[in-house]
């Protein structure tokens, strides 16, 4: 389990996160929420150890993220706000560093690449250089590179931005794969109707702060609507204590 609790990240006497608490539990799909500048990229970031909190603590299955940051990357797959690629090396090559880095065998990497490049339909592409993929190509290679050792837990940072129809749908089917494997996966989305298809789950992020988080129909419920675009613009955009969760 991922747990959060009273987190707070500032930078510079500018408050990014505030007080920030939620649990994603395996074998769910749990939808981190808000509108740009939020701090939702920032609270994955402490979750996966590139920043730490000022306040409060993150922990994966009771392992303090400060404390034990490689311990925990190793039970992570990432898909982060940007990144980049290796132009210099072909698809295949850069999701086979990824898997290098994680102690993985060739064969282990061998076999996960092919499955992996059958599944978001790469087979065009996998022994190509990276250098001039278009910007759903890149994103099918950090995908990849993010599932390749078989992680655990999964953090997904816009994971169908700039991806085809047949190839969200992949994308789609995947995530739900992960989640019956009993993966635990949070997932940020500004594509409310993905989220909708997908997370049991959902924390709203507004300010810095948490507006509401639970099932999706209990948000829903709150905000008086049966549309959860319409309570995810009733609680994105209006401070948290203007509601009541």
């Known amino acids: 389990m991922i747990e959060v609790k009273q987190v707070n990240k500032v930078f510079n006497k500018v408050v990014a996160v505030k007080n920030v608490s939620f649990s994603a539990a395996r074998g769910e799909i749990f939808g981190l929420l808000g509108p740009n500048g939020a701090g939702k990229t920032t609270t994955l970031r402490m979750i996966y150890g590139l920043c730490k909190p000022t306040q409060g603590e993150l922990l994966v299955d009771d392992l303090n993220v400060a404390n034990n940051t490689q311990q925990v990357q190793k039970r992570m797959g990432v898909l982060p706000d940007g990144g980049s690629l290796y132009t210099r090396l072909t698809a295949r090559e850069n999701i086979r560093y990824f898997g290098e880095m994680q102690g993985m065998s060739r064969a282990a990497m061998r076999s996960s690449i092919d499955?992996?490049?059958?599944?978001?339909?790469?087979?065009?592409?996998?022994?190509?250089?990276?250098?001039?993929?278009?910007?759903?190509?890149?994103?099918?290679?950090?995908?990849?590179?993010a599932l390749v050792h078989n992680p655990d837990y999964v953090l997904l940072d816009e994971p169908t931005n700039g991806l085809d129809?047949?190839?969200?749908?992949?994308?789609?089917?995947?995530?739900?794969?992960?989640?019956?494997?009993?993966?635990?996966?949070?997932?940020?989305?500004?594509?409310?109707?993905?989220?909708?298809?997908?997370?049991?789950?959902?924390?709203?992020?507004?300010?810095?702060?948490?507006?509401?988080?639970?099932?999706?129909?209990?948000?829903?419920?709150?905000?008086?609507?049966?549309?959860?675009?319409?309570?995810?613009?009733?609680?994105?955009?209006a401070r948290p204590e203007q509601h009541e969760a």
């Open 115 to 145: 499955k992996l490049s059958t599944i978001l339909d790469m087979e065009s592409i996998i022994d190509r250089r990276t250098a001039g993929f278009s910007q759903g190509e890149r994103m099918k290679v950090k995908l990849a590179r």
């Open 165 to 237: 129809v047949l190839t969200t749908r992949a994308v789609r089917d995947l995530l739900a794969n992960l989640k019956a494997e009993g993966k635990c996966v949070i997932f940020s989305s500004h594509l409310m109707h993905e989220v909708a298809n997908l997370c049991d789950r959902v924390a709203i992020v507004a300010h810095g702060e948490v507006s509401i988080q639970g099932k999706l129909n209990e948000v829903m419920q709150s905000a008086n609507t049966e549309n959860f675009e319409d309570a995810f613009v009733h609680y994105a955009y």
